[in-house]
């Protein structure tokens, strides 16, 4: 089944411990994207990926950083996570910049 | 970038035709507009695109006046299940900058 995946889907942490939220997807996609999602602010661009070592700024990439050594994955980095990162966080994949974007299932972070 | 106006939320019976409007009037000649939907807090779920041309596929209509400025999506018959965000994008690239510009989206609510 074509699917994007992450992980963890809940989270819990505290202010300044690094963590990583992974993506997976199993579509071949070249174009990969991380948004987060807070209430009133609809979603936001963090970061892009048109393909393999490839990586660009979205609209909020502050406090956050990501890698993609191989297509199928794209995680994201938090390396000291403070509490205005508390929101919901997608990823998505696509062909490429042009085609239909699948996204993953979210993944919520809380931040205390 | 080309940015979206959609109207906070809207209201439907079920059965009837759902007609959600979408401002793009800085939109450039080789941008598509996308419409997803969001429900609840389940990862957007790509619904239809065009450039220029009115499309349809077996989820929804999308009419792209001549002039390219505005565009409505039109569920047929709407269903409870509908109720959700819908997101109008434009996709923009420049160069090979490609930020997705997600807006507050319209909160449809399909009414029983």
């Known amino acids: 089944e074509a699917q994007v995946t992450q992980n963890p889907r809940y989270l819990i942490t505290v202010t300044g411990k690094k963590l990583t939220v992974t993506c997976s997807q199993n579509m071949n996609h070249e174009y990969m994207s991380w948004y987060r999602q807070d209430p009133g602010l609809g979603l936001r661009q963090i970061y892009y990926s048109m393909n393999v070592e490839v990586t660009d700024k979205g609209d909020v990439p502050e406090g956050y950083k990501v890698s993609r050594k191989e297509k199928r994955n794209f995680p994201l980095i938090l390396e000291s996570p403070s509490p205005n990162q508390t929101s919901l966080y997608f990823c998505?994949?696509?062909?490429?910049?042009?085609?239909?974007?699948?996204f993953g299932p979210g993944t919520r972070l809380l931040v205390l | 970038d080309a940015k979206t106006t959609q109207p906070p939320s809207m209201d439907c019976a079920e059965g009837r035709a759902a007609n959600l409007p979408c401002n793009h009037s800085?939109?450039?000649?080789?941008?598509?507009v996308y419409w997803y939907r969001q429900i609840h807090s389940q990862g957007p779920q790509y619904i239809i695109h065009g450039l220029k041309n009115n499309e349809t596929n077996e989820m929804a209509s999308l009419i792209i006046t001549e002039d390219r400025k505005s565009s409505t999506l039109i569920l047929p018959h709407a269903t409870l299940r509908d109720t959700a965000v819908y997101y109008c994008i434009v996709r923009v690239a420049v160069n090979r900058d490609d930020k997705i510009i997600f807006g507050k989206g319209t909160r449809l609510h399909i009414l029983p």
């Open positions: 998505a994949s696509s062909w490429d910049r042009v085609k239909t974007q699948y």
């Open positions: 800085t939109i450039s000649g080789n941008e598509y």
